[in-house]
């Protein structure tokens, strides 16, 4: 396994999340105990040491099964982090609460890594808020030493995640950030890890894969890598990726099955980075893979002063894009939520203004129909 310094500890530089435990009859609140129980064991014997839950994982179960998986071993063998639940509005004026539960759910005194969950647009000014005392409170278990550690993670923009850093950054030892070879450009992870190279904060990792998507690729862009290095399984060219940031200290992946857990322990066996011109290709693949998926949307703004509306067309297209590629997914609806009732898609009169001048001839007015019509669905 290889290691990444972190202060004073040895991380794994693979972590193992508990959002995608083994489940059973496809019920995500039913965590099969004996199957997770079997990874967590695998994962300790081959020298995993870090395992990351949150308080709405598998419906509330992750941390509970978590800590009774976890309560087996000797508690300096391993390194427990969980989230304050952010990305559910009800929850800002209960941190002592839930904090004070989740200590419980897991069988700890103590957790080595906390965060703020999901640093975004729909709950930003909120996470700033003081009368809900969260970052006060967070502090304070910090100093008591109930929090070894105190980070957040992010799916917002650089512009969210640099107002939360202006406030809060001097406290922040690390950030979680969706990061992945698609991602560097489409959800611009890179000007994220850039943001916080800014800061001195190293970056632990989610979506390695993006959900699977990674993982298996089309027969054109396999053949493609396996002609650079045709013994690296598809999975492992996205881990690869990720051991070419520097940034990076953390990759967390959640894994469904034991083979699963397997495949991924033994690319992190060795550190592989990607050449220059490995990576070249991996992401001209992204590339493709997007173009096939998404609008060709490169923000000139021209059509924002064509607009009767006043829509942020190029953010919502943004919006848009993530949304199809994705098949769906949390990200777009929860970055709409921060948007006032009449700038959303829905509110597009299908006028056409925006699209008498668009370079890329983008039928913008279809795209917002279509946009509404999913976010219904």
């Known amino acids: 396994m290889v290691y990444k310094k972190f202060q004073d500890k040895e991380l794994s530089a693979l972590g193992l999340g508990a959002m995608r435990l083994p489940v059973i009859d496809g019920d995500d609140g039913r965590i099969d105990e004996p199957a997770a129980a079997e990874m967590v064991a695998y994962a300790m014997d081959q020298g995993i040491n870090y395992y990351d839950t949150a308080w709405g994982y ?17 508690r300096d063998k391993f390194y427990l982090a969980t989230k304050f639940p952010g990305y559910d509005l009800s929850n800002m004026g209960k941190v002592e609460e839930i904090f004070e539960e989740q200590l419980k759910k897991c069988q700890v005194d103590y957790f080595d890594f906390y965060l703020f969950h999901n640093v975004c647009e729909m709950n930003i000014d909120a996470y700033l808020d003081s009368q809900y005392g969260i970052y006060a409170y967070l502090k304070k278990q910090k100093e008591n030493g109930r929090i070894r550690h105190l980070g957040f993670s992010a799916h917002g923009s650089v512009e969210v995640m640099k107002r939360f850093l202006e406030a809060y950054g001097k406290d922040m030892e690390f950030c979680q950030i969706q990061l992945n070879y698609l991602d560097w450009s489409f959800q611009d992870a890179k000007g994220k890890v850039e943001l916080l190279r800014e800061y001195s904060i190293p970056v632990w990792v989610m979506e390695p894969l993006r959900g699977g998507r990674l993982a298996k690729l089309s027969e054109e862009h396999e053949a493609k890598l396996q002609a650079v290095r045709p013994s690296e399984s598809i999975p492992a060219w996205a881990f690869r990726f990720l051991q070419s940031v520097p940034e990076v200290k ?30 070249e290709v991996l992401l001209g693949i992204a590339g493709e893979m997007l173009e096939k998926k998404t609008l060709p949307c490169t923000a000139c703004r021209y059509c924002t002063s064509h607009c009767p509306q006043q829509l942020d067309i190029p953010s919502l297209l943004a919006l848009y894009n993530e949304h199809c590629f994705t098949d769906g997914g949390f990200i777009a609806p929860m970055a709409l939520m921060a948007v006032e009732e009449g700038k959303r898609p829905g509110a597009c009169i299908g006028c056409r203004s925006c699209e008498a001048v668009c370079p890329q001839q983008i039928k913008i007015s279809e795209a917002m129909s279509n946009f509404a019509e999913k976010l219904k669905g």
């Open 250 to 279: 953390m990759v967390l992946s959640g894994m469904s099955n034991l083979q699963q857990l397997e495949e991924n322990i033994n690319t992190f066996k060795e550190n592989k980075p990607l050449s220059a011109q490995e990576r």
């Open 58 to 74: 598998h419906n509330g179960c992750s941390e509970t099964v978590m800590g009774k998986l976890l309560h087996e071993y000797p």
